[in-house]
């Protein structure tokens, strides 16, 4: 809206609206003019912050299932937290397989840049619910760091994030050995790892054998996200 007032001595003031290509002419006595003045004031400011608040709106991209936690980095990485609730599953170990052997529930955290996955991380919990005050423990058994990074290389693109979905599966379903795994270190079990494969086939997981990381989820999240 434009508005020019002429302001005359001893007459009402002249004031012309122009407002969406339409002109209109009022006279307005003082009181009239300066309370058209504060209600015009007050309309641009409401649209200001209404245009304000929609630039501020941000959506984003389709996501995998059960991701708790997304991220735009300032480098422009996606940065993504997803849990995989506690399951049995065959793992190859060498050249044996362990039928249905127990896994924690897990957090997983991806980094994906330029359809590349930047980061891959994996750390157990115990809670039913993960929430920022979740306890986050080591991942129990072999081929991940101390601090969750996993020792795996994948050179797959990623076309887009919801494919990260399946990734927990495929990992599960890759040869395991004994890198990076310490008896009596990445867990609490003073047992090699083929032993614990072994004796808790068909079993449910024993979540007194995580060892934790002293950390909560949205400690571990803040680190990653700086």
Known sequence: ??????LEENSPSRVEIEKEGAMRTVFMEMQ????????SVKEDDEHLQEQQKEELVTVSP????????????????????MVH???NTDVRYHKDVFEQVPFPNLLFCFGVRNNNLTK??????????????TLLYRFPYSNVYMGGNMCYHNNDKIQDL???QSFPYNWMNLDFNDHLYTQGSTNSLNKPVREIYNETQHQPFNYD??????TTFGQWASTLLK
């Open 120 to 133: 891959k991380m994996v750390v157990a919990y115990k809670d039913r619910f993960l929430r920022d005050d």
């Open 209 to 214: 054998m995580l060892v934790p990381m002293n």
């Open 32 to 39: 009239e003019l300066a309370d058209f003045i504060v209600s």
């Open 162 to 164: 919801v494919q990260l």
């Open 85 to 87: 609730p506690e399951t």
């Open 62 to 81: 389709s996501l995998p299932l059960n991701t708790v936690k997304y991220a735009k980095m300032s480098n422009d990485a996606d940065l993504i937290f």
């Open 1 to 6: 809206m434009k508005a020019i007032i002429t």
